[in-house]
């Protein structure tokens, strides 16, 4: 029997490729680009030691080249491996967005079945890569029954992360994925072990039509606010501040970001990616109070490209400023599973349709 088989015989698993270094081949004189599809990635690693594998090329990009209505048509396929039967799903893809893949993928994908994305570091063609490696243990943790209800996961270095914590923080080591506080396990000798399992579920509609635009603006010491100023004039859905330390912005960016906040959805997220924003410790200018004050929506702990996604999805389904308040003040209730109805306001049980697990 394969580790972990959630089904008692032989666990059946879907994988989707979708590009990106771990499908990459020369490409001429300008170096690699994805051309493998999702057979060779499968052929290319012993996944049939652990699993079923069926595998599908969904798409054939650079993991830059996603765009968030790729991942939203991802997640609609996906849901439909599992409904078809598939004790899990892996994608692959490039490294470079693979933590805001993961991330839509968890808020979109409802069933406890285990979604696992994986990528590499090193592409096909130079000594030591790790693409066979990574869709192997990829693999084992999608056929592993520890892994369900665990939401999305991204596996890569025989470490397995949670989605909403993980990102990607070197740009080339193949341990270039960490997560704060830390991963939920690891595989080791083809089997994951699963040592911890966060708190609580948020899970979204998936929105039809195109996504909204929602823009991110990082801050730096001695912004004058003239990229927000172009941002006001962008035609934007939404926007998330990508502020300094507990959650401040200097002096020269308010005025515009008072002037945004009172048209559009405007989110505030760290540039630390770790930690939790502030709320009354500074009463200064450009402060995390003066901020509040001011309109600005406090984005908890998520990073700025989490927070500007989960932005992106509540707009995408309708969501006014109470629920978008409400969904970033708390978005993973403790022991709770929340599922938000589209275009569904905040109030008393307002857009909740599921309670705790």
Known sequence: MSPGDAHGGRAQVALFATGGTIASAAAGPGGVAPSLTAADLVAAAPVAEVADVT?????????AHLSLDDVISLAGVVAGAVADGAAGVVVTQGTDTIEETAFVLDLLVHAPEPVVVTGALRD?????????ANVLAAVAVAASAAARGLGTLVVVNDEVHAARFVRKSHTSS?????SYPGPVGWVSERRPRIVSRPVGRLLLPR?????PCVGLVSMSM??????????????????VIEALGGGHVPPGALEPLTELAGRIPVVLASSTRRGELLRATYGFAGSETDLAARGVVHGGWLDARKARLLLALLLGTGADRERVVSTFAEPYAAGAERTLEAGAGSGPGGGLLAGGE
């Open 55 to 63: 595998a599908r090329s969904f798409l054939q990009v650079p993991g």
């Open 207 to 211: 929105p039809d039509g195109p996504s």
């Open 174 to 178: 193949t341990g270039a994925f960490t």
């Open 222 to 239: 001695g912004d004058d606010g003239r990229l927000l100023a172009c941002a006001a004039r962008a035609d934007l859905d939404g926007l």
């Open 124 to 132: 096909p063609t130079v000594a030591g890569a790790d693409g066979p």
